[in-house]
């Protein structure tokens, strides 16, 4: 039996940096990109070997053995090259398993190998070399003419990433198949599941990365869009241990197991909001920018402190805004629909002025908040003298909230020169926000494909995924 799981990429909307705090929260959508986990049992390999490949990427065939006796796991790379993820996602995956399933049903499963493999929608990975060499202007109708899951004609090492989470996805996409392949788990997801995908998904994630970040990659690439509040650190800090012990692995990681005080408040952006993307080429090395605002908040701790509390006030009312625009929908969905086609033919900075109504307040207050989001942002960049918002990024941002229909424009996660979003009322609205980049000169500008996708971690089926099949 083919077992495929699926799990999407991220946007942080409002939170970077905050969210890394347990007190303070990250408002994440999920996007339609997704990764796919594909795990096909086989017939002609020796016992217990366990292959895995890549297609986009050259050199992204990796082996490995895993022989099981009793409850024990002898886990070894055949290959020289290696990727840190994928293995630390086996050996561990495989160890909360057989604490959970019976070791025979692991032993024959694994009785003639087992092949894995692993795909992301092209939004991943900057398709700028692809579209280079097939003459193509980096558009969104360019991007469309791509195959699914097209050769990156990189290695994973040289691959540009475009900020949507690549590792958090495909060790979610990962451990969840693999629960799912060794029936430790249903292909309902349900709850209880979800948790334990989770917090097997987060261990390893925080392992692979030799460090435990806020997680809240992980959590929407299980969960989808919510309101995130992170788990406390140490629920991971006393197991981050190559050698951990199996036992208290899989104890730490049960859904049951109270110590995971993490929270998700399930989100969703208000009918006829859609999220745009674009990926910046100039790029910034995240846990650099991390590092350096860390360390300017600890020599500051008195302005910081005052910025974090206005940013975390700020943050919550942005996400208010946008839960009482979709109770206003409940309401009354016509005078709804009519302000938001009123709204998408004007700038926001004329909503105010030129609708009325209670939907009209809400998307004014909407926009004021995230309006002082970013000045505290930009705020940050000063103080810290961190590029968290620059200057180049908010020439770009202005430009695209001076377009009529669109809500918002900011710096997704930890900003820097990596990426934008947009939020966006209407088709026309997507359609001017992508002349602009594509004329943008200050920054060269990528359009992604992806829109807002709130759901999570999914079991899919072969038939239901254009392309997928034509990889195998
Ligand atoms: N298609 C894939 N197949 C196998 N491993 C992958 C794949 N995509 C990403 N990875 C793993 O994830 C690693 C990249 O993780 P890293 O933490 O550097 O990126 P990231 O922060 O998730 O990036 P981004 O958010 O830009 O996608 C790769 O080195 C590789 O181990
Ligand atoms: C700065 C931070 O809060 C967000 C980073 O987000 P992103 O990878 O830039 O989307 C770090 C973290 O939460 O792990």
């Known amino acids: 039996m083919t077992t495929i799981a699926s ?11 905050l969210v890394l705090e347990q007190q303070f929260s990250g408002l994440v959508v999920g996007t339609s990109a997704r990764f796919y986990t594909v795990i096909r049992p086989q017939t002609d390999l020796t016992a217990g070997t366990i292959t895995v490949n890549s297609p986009q990427f050259e050199q992204a065939l990796w082996n490995y053995k895993a022989i099981v006796t009793q409850h024990k796991l002898q886990f070894d790379s055949i290959t020289e090259s290696r990727n840190k993820f994928v293995e630390t996602c086996l050996k561990y995956t495989l160890q909360v398993i057989l604490e959970r399933s019976n070791p025979s049903l692991v032993q024959q499963k694994l009785s003639h190998g087992i092949d894995i493999t692993i795909v992301g929608d092209n939004d991943f990975y900057s398709q700028r070399a692809q579209l280079e060499s097939k003459q193509l202007e980096n558009t969104a109708e360019a991007l469309n003419s791509l195959d699914p899951f097209c050769k990156t004609h990189a290695t994973l090492s040289t691959v540009h990433k475009t900020g949507l989470g690549s590792s958090a996805a495909l060790t979610t996409s990962l451990v969840a198949a693999l629960l799912l392949h060794f029936q430790v788990v249903s292909n309902q997801f349900t709850d209880p599941e979800k948790k334990l995908i989770h917090n097997v998904a987060q261990f390893v994630h925080c392992l692979a990365q030799g460090k435990v970040g806020s997680g809240f990659d992980v959590s929407s690439a299980v969960w989808g869009s919510h309101q995130y509040k992170r788990f406390r650190p140490d629920i991971l800090t006393p197991i981050m241990d190559e050698n951990v012990d199996q036992k208290l692995l899989s104890s730490s ?8 005080d993490n929270k998700v408040v399930p989100f969703q ?9 674009a990926d910046i080429d100039a790029g910034s090395h995240t846990p650099t920018l991390v590092g350096k605002v860390l360390h300017w908040k600890k020599t500051k701790p008195e302005e910081s402190t005052l910025l974090w509390t206005q940013l975390g006030q700020f943050n919550l009312l942005v996400e208010q805004h946008f839960r009482e625009l979709s109770r206003l929908y409940t309401q009354d969905s016509t005078d709804y629909n009519q302000t938001i086609e009123r709204c ?7 909503w105010h002025q030129q609708v009325q109504g209670k939907v009209a307040e809400e998307m004014v207050s909407l926009v004021n908040a995230f309006n002082k989001v970013r000045s505290l942002l930009q705020k940050m960049t000063e103080l810290s003298q961190v590029p968290v918002e620059p200057q180049e990024q908010t020439r770009l941002l202005d430009a695209c909230t001076d377009i009529p229909g669109v809500a918002m424009a900011g710096v997704p996660g930890a900003g820097g020169y990596d990426a934008i979003f947009c939020i966006v009322l209407s088709n026309r609205s997507k359609h001017l926000v992508r002349k602009v980049w594509e004329s943008w000169k200050e920054l060269s500008v990528g359009p992604l494909l992806s829109h807002a996708d709130s759901n999570g971690v999914t079991s899919v089926s072969l038939a239901s995924v254009p392309g997928l099949s034509d990889i195998l």
Do not use: C, E, I, R
């Open 344 to 350: 998408s033919q004007l700038k926001s900075s004329d």
């Open 253 to 260: 990681v049960d859904a049951d197991n109270l110590n995971w």
């Open 269 to 277: 952006l208000p009918p006829g909001f859609d999220l745009m993307l």
């Open 7 to 17: 799990a999407p990429g991220k946007v942080l909307l409002t939170g970077g940096y």
